[in-house]
């Protein structure tokens, strides 16, 4: 008689990732993120832990560790659409505003008719929408990354 269910990587990958999203609806954030790593260390070529980490990431305002996510994630597949569009949304949120754009045309030739929140065609207007605000220094206050952040749904 085994006195401990046996969990295979698998299954502990599995319990990992729900545990760390309930963590994540709770808003326990830091939990979330310890949970979502311990996973991503099980089955690092598994998107699933860090598309949710970079999640993470982004909802508390962690920019730049959540691009780093997504430059792990496109080192495993640079044609991924969805990927390239969440770079560069990030790209612009960091305003890096070259990758941003780069990301954004990227993303639009490998699929023009996307018809997800976000596209990379908006995308692309809001990157250049922050080219012209930093080139004008009088331009009228427009929201901030931080302001419209709630307004964001990150495509997964």
């Not at 502990?12 to 309930?22: P, S, T």
């Not at 939990?31 to 790593?37: H, K, L």
Request: glycine share 2%; charged share 20%.
């Amino acid at each position: 008689i085994l006195q401990q269910p046996i969990l295979t990587p698998e299954w502990k990958f599995r319990a990992l990732i729900d545990r760390a999203r309930r963590y994540a609806l709770d808003h326990q954030f830091e939990a979330a993120i310890a949970d979502f790593s311990a996973a991503i260390k099980l089955e690092p070529q598994n998107k699933v832990g860090w598309l949710e980490r970079t999640r993470i990431y982004v909802v508390i305002g962690d920019f730049r560790r959540a691009q780093t996510d997504t430059n792990t994630l496109l080192s495993m597949d640079a044609n991924d659409p969805m990927l390239l569009n969440n770079s560069c949304w990030l790209h612009a949120a960091l305003r890096e505003l070259d990758a941003a754009m780069a990301d954004c045309s990227k993303s639009l030739a490998l699929k023009p008719n996307a018809q997800t929140p976000w596209t990379a065609l908006d995308l692309r207007a809001f990157a250049s929408m922050l080219i012209a605000r930093l080139s004008m220094p009088t331009m009228p206050h427009w929201p901030s990354i931080r302001e419209i952040r709630h307004r964001f749904t990150f495509v997964a």
